[in-house]
């Protein structure tokens, strides 16, 4: 299994508390995918769910469930009973391995299509269902003879939008993603050691802390609750050296880098949302390291427009990678000219397969292009430039504001420390600009402050699209992969 191809088996692979190697992984796995087998009821082509934090036995049952023949549906720790009940509803999910530190919410599900919930510690600090089950299975195990072409995990939209839908992905995919991102922008090496932020249960997390280290014989450093503190600490005393998070994330780390050694970090990594160019320059300025931007999708797998440091345009998302091709479209899917903004369509290596929503699929493929509901626009060296979600664009009194090009305006204001702008219904001109702004000092938020930012704003950029509303707040809505979500700012 390329997973777990390595010159050497005792290298060490994950490294909450202690290192794992891949010998000890694969026989985990093992272990796991024999107890699915004789111990459970399970037969190929299950449907499994796994609910964990980042650890080392939520990848050993995330490979015993593919070893075994099943298909892995995993999920954030973080999900409540009524989204984990519609997960297993819609997926049809007959058994799940869950951490018992999560059980709560778990032992609320009632759903009929699920059979066995098997417990396990991902702390390693006890012995629950799963460790004692597998403490005398066999180490050996043959692994079901899958095709290339049967589904291998069914991943749900993070639902930024509203209500997650179902996209599969074959066992082929998950070598072929291996193939691209990785080694177009990170070349990555035996002695690498990934780590990040995002959950596993979010494809961006799963290919970049299991199965990119994995397929190249690296190292993955996880990490369960990745605060930006802990990502530097770890960084520092394990040498990272490829990492993985979010603009929010990388825009916190800013500020508190000068206080850790991170001389080993040589790449980083931003997905989920679109970088602010304001993010990369502090973080370049601060450290001389280029964040890598991307875009990608549950719907694709992974990222399929990225750059390198060789190739990088500071501000543009990048370029295809190796083995898929974009175009920017308008409504009728005729190509735009240079510059143009339109709507962003890609096919290659891996596609959009929604189950169960044939009316969602005929809208995100068409005449066999994956549109992802982002405008962008291709400049003349072929680079890819992030204008606005589809649903972010703000047509007030005539005029097509993106919400980023606020966005990043105001994030250059010395008081905002994070922000969000979308477009409210108005009589007057359809559409206002409103901004939710989260201050570094939230003591300051108040009218007069509102008022000085409308001022500012209209001094440093065009005035059309300042802001009308000005409104403070405390934090803004996140998914648990540090995506905001806008709609609920709409609400």
């Known amino acids: 299994s390329a997973a777990i191809r390595t010159p050497s088996t005792s290298m060490p692979t994950c490294r909450p508390t202690a290192a ?50 099943g298909i892995v549906v995993a999920t954030m720790p973080l999900l409540r009973e009524k989204e984990l009940s519609v997960m297993i509803e819609s997926a049809q999910i007959s058994h799940a391995f869950c951490d018992y530190r999560l059980r709560d919410e778990m032992d609320l599900v009632t759903e009929p299509a699920l059979k066995k919930v098997i417990y396990f510690d991902g702390s390693e600090q006890s012995d629950q269902e799963l460790e ?82 994995f397929y190249y014989g690296a190292s993955t450093f996880l990490i369960e609750k990745p605060s930006p503190e802990l990502l530097l600490e770890a960084i520092q005393k394990y040498k990272i050296t ?11 780390l800013t500020t508190k880098v000068k206080d850790y050694d991170i001389s080993s970090l040589r790449k980083c990594i931003s ?6 160019l304001k993010v990369w320059e502090d973080w370049y300025n601060a450290t001389g390291l280029k964040i890598i931007d991307g875009i990608g999708a549950t719907e694709m797998l992974h990222i ?80 890819f430039w992030f204008v606005a979600r589809g649903d972010d664009m703000i047509i007030s009194s005539g005029y097509n ?25 108005d009589e007057e001109r359809g559409m206002l600009v409103c901004s939710y702004i989260v201050l570094k000092d939230k003591t300051k938020a108040g009218p007069d402050l509102g008022k000085a930012i409308q001022n500012w704003f209209k001094e440093v950029a065009a005035p059309y699209k300042y802001p009308r509303e000005v409104r403070f707040m405390d934090h803004l809505p996140k998914t648990e992969t540090g995506k905001i979500q806008r709609y609920k700012l709409k609400q």
Request: proline fraction near 6%.
């Open 20 to 69: 794992r190697s891949y010998q000890d992984l694969y026989n985990k796995a093992n272990q796991i995918a024999n107890y699915l087998i004789d111990d459970t009821g399970f037969v190929s082509g299950n449907r499994v769910l796994i609910r964990s934090a980042n650890n080392p036995m939520f990848v050993a049952s995330w490979f015993a469930v593919l070893k075994a023949g």
């Open 132 to 213: 004692k089950a597998i403490a005398e299975k066999s180490i050996q195990f043959e692994n079901y003879p899958t095709r290339s072409d049967s589904i291998s995990l069914i991943g749900f939209t993070s639902g930024t939008t509203g209500k997650p839908k179902m996209t599969a992905h074959f066992h082929r995919d998950v070598i072929l993603i291996c193939e691209a991102f990785p080694k177009y922008s990170l070349q990555p090496k035996p002695d690498d050691v990934f780590t990040g932020s995002p959950p596993l249960g979010f494809t961006f997390g799963l290919g970049g802390l299991v199965l990119f280290p």
């Open 242 to 252: 490829v990492c993985f998070t979010a603009p929010t994330a990388w825009r916190i």
């Open 271 to 276: 997905a989920g949302e679109t970088l602010p």
């Open 304 to 383: 399929f427009i990225s750059s390198n440091e060789d190739n990088m345009k500071k501000g543009a998302t990048g370029v295809p990678i190796h083995g898929y091709e974009a175009k920017i479209v308008d409504k009728k899917g005729n190509e735009v000219p240079t510059n143009e903004p339109g709507r962003l369509a890609v096919r290659g290596i891996t596609g959009c397969r929604y189950l169960n929503r044939t009316d969602k699929q005929k809208e995100y493929v068409q005449n066999g292009w994956n549109l992802t509901g982002d405008i962008f626009r291709k400049d003349e060296d072929g680079y």
């Open 401 to 425: 504001i993106a919400a980023i090009e606020v966005e990043n305006v105001l994030l250059t204001h010395p008081e905002i420390a994070e922000c969000a702008v979308v477009g409210l219904p």
